[in-house]
């Protein structure tokens, strides 16, 4: 038995020499191709038509209900002010919108008026263009460098709580003339909400999106330029709307305090003079005044940062 299983095996080893080499050889099967990559799934059509459409009727509700919001302000002021309301709070000597609006048609088209509003423009804008130039920088180093921080800020969280208005008998002393003044009280008013805003922007940033960066090889410069500053816009931009509302706030106080022209002192001097009217009259310019200020650094704001604007569109 032995001896004819050697004999099968010798038969076998010589078939397999006989056999041409390139039948010997057993082909390897070729590997499954792999699935394709999920596609990122579009919006369907009907969505994006049906958002399309919504953006117009959404923006007409906002002008809508802004209209509305606006005619119960006045209405209720009007009704107030005919039947003289007295409940603690008096409207007795309230001037009516009907006798503001005959004022503002005529102090409109006074010189001395316009002179009154730009004085103040120009202070506004003085003052918070130099508050943002040095905040902004200044609140992106304490925020990524720890020993400046440690350094300075606890010099800045000194002077912090002291209200612009407190000021104003030292910048008298401090500068030469009392234009320069009101303009360095504007500044602090709006100087230390963009720069604590802005060193909170840059404090939030998400860590993952720095250390994503780095292992990508980012330089320093790189890593500001590209991560640090977009994700900490938001904040910047929020502490320059609420610092321009604060400077408007430190603006009209120095004027009426110090000032001899400005929409400020124009109030003042109406109280002075009892010409109710236009104590309202300037009120509602600085209200109006600052809206628009606010309503620019949004635009900016919006135009530096589309994809906020996107997400916003999308959360509403």
Known sequence: MLMAHKLESFDANKALEETPLEAQIIPIAEPAA???????????????????????????????????SLTILIGAWHFAVKYKLDFYIRFNNIPSPESVFDDASSLFGNARFQRHVGLSLRRILAG???????????????????????????????????????????????????????????????????????????????KVLVRAARSLGASRVALFWHVVLPGSLPHVFTGLTIGMGVA????IAAEMISGQFG??????????????????????????????CSGVIRLVGGWLMPWAARQNQEMN
């Open 34 to 68: 792999a699935p394709p990559l999920a596609q990122p799934l579009a919006r369907p059509p009907a969505v994006v038509q049906r958002r399309a459409r919504g953006i117009a009727p959404r923006t007409l509700l906002t002008w809508a209900l802004s209209v509305l």
């Open 128 to 206: 918070f263009s130099v508050a943002a130039v040095l905040a902004i920088p200044i609140g992106l180093l304490l925020g990524r460098n720890r020993v400046a921080r440690e350094l300075i800020f606890p010099a800045l969280e000194i002077l912090r709580p002291i209200p612009a208005i407190a000021w104003v008998p030292m910048s008298i002393m401090l500068w030469p003339s009392n234009e320069v003044s009101i303009v360095f009280i504007t500044f602090l008013g709006s100087f230390f909400p963009i720069l604590l805003n802005t060193i909170q922007g840059v404090q939030s940033l998400d």
């Open 248 to 251: 408007w706030v430190s603006l």
């Open 263 to 292: 929409i400020g002192y124009f109030t003042w001097e109406a109280y002075s003079l009892v010409r109710y009217s236009e104590i309202v009259l300037g009120m509602i310019v600085i209200g109006v005044l600052g809206l628009v």
